[in-house]
Each structure stands twice: as C-alpha cells, then as structure tokens.
C-alpha cells in the first residue's frame, strides 16, 4: 500500500485581486483579504511537503516554485498513491488542492472519493482521533501533546507563514511546512499501531 504523508501552506490572493477579492469579503462579516489564504476559491498553494511511503524516508520533502508548477508535481507524485494522510486534509488540504487545480487547468490524476467515516482513500488524523465527531477539532500540536512527541510548532505557527512570506523567509515556511508532515506521521503510526 502506497501512502502519501502531506501538508499545504497556503498564502492570500495575489494582489491583483484585491480589489475583486474585497468586494466578494464585504458581504462576510469578519474576514479579509489576508483570510483568503484560507480559502481555495482565491488562495494559493506556497508550498507541499510530503513523504511517500514505501519505501521508508528519513524526512519530508518540499514542492516548490510557482502554483502551477506546485499542483502538477503534486499530481504526479499522487498517481499510484492509495492512501492521502494529513491533519485536517479531508476539510482543508485536499479540497484546496482541487480547487486550485481547477483554477490552473491541472487534471488531477486521482479522482477522490470525499464519503466520511471512512479511513481510505483519505486518512485524516483530526478525523479519525475524534471518530468523526464534528464537535472536537483536536489540532496537530494537541495529538502532539497527547502521545508525548515534540512539537511542530516550537518555531513558528500557521498564523505566521503569510507574514513570514512578505519578509521572504521562505525556508522558515518550508521548514515549518515539512515539520508538520513529520509530526502527522508520528501521529497516523501511532495511531494505527505501527512502528516507525
């Protein structure tokens, strides 16, 4: 069985659309431009750290580059994949991934299946910690707690990755976006009682 470990980090609207952009938020109480790093609609993917398994990998490893260029690696490396594992990827990664890829004209080459309570084709550790409960969200750096591992989160948060991109830190993105491909892997072996 072929597994793909992964996580997104994911930036605003490029500013040319700003101005479109706001005119769709006024009518959203509470949200901004900034929040569209949230939103596949405008969003864009920064960047995908993964691990494919087998055979076993020391670390994660980043897609780069421009989104495009991003969403078709991604693609290709899923081809022959049967499971897709991340945090919170059934409600966030994966859908912004599709929509993105619509966006750009990129065909996906895995056409997934979204049923919940299900373990396969997608495992998503928040999901499956909480038995599809939709009245918990347990977070990464909780499970990370919980099972006594170190945290992704010593460096930098999620919160911080747009503001880490206009200072043009983009290592510290990719460091912190490959952390957490790590921790989620930790995570889905112990969750599933495996050895890594």
């Given amino acids: 069985m072929t ?11 490029e500013r040319e659309k700003k101005e ?14 900034e ?9 864009r993917v920064f960047c995908i750290a993964y691990i494919k398994e087998p ?10 580059g421009n989104e495009r260029e991003i969403l078709t690696e991604f693609w290709k490396i899923a081809e022959d994949v049967d499971v897709f594992i991340g945090h919170n990827v059934m409600d966030f990664d994966l859908r912004f991934l599709y929509k993105r890829s619509i966006v750009h004209g990129i065909k996906p080459s895995r056409e997934l299946s979204f049923a919940r309570y299900r373990s396969e084709p997608i495992y ?16 990464l750096d909780t499970l990370a707690k919980i099972f006594g591992f170190a945290t992704s989160k010593d460096e930098m ?5 747009y503001g880490k991109y206009l ?5 510290e993105i990719y460091k912190y976006c490959k952390k957490d491909v790590e921790l989620t892997r930790k995570i889905y072996y112990k969750m599933n009682f495996l050895k890594l």
Avoid at 157 to 161: K, L, Y
């Fill in 20 to 33: 479109i952009v706001e005119e769709i938020i006024k009518r959203r109480k509470g949200d901004s431009f």
């Fill in 35 to 43: 929040r569209t790093a949230l939103d596949g609609n405008f969003g």
């Fill in 55 to 64: 055979p076993k990998s020391e670390g994660a490893i980043i897609i780069k």
């Fill in 157 to 161: 948060c999620g919160s911080e990755v």
């Fill in 167 to 171: 200072d043009k830190e983009y290592d």
């Fill in 124 to 139: 998503d550790t928040m999901r499956e910690w909480e038995k599809w409960s939709m009245i918990s969200n347990t977070s």
């Fill in 3 to 13: 597994r793909l470990i992964f996580d997104i980090e994911t930036i605003p609207a």
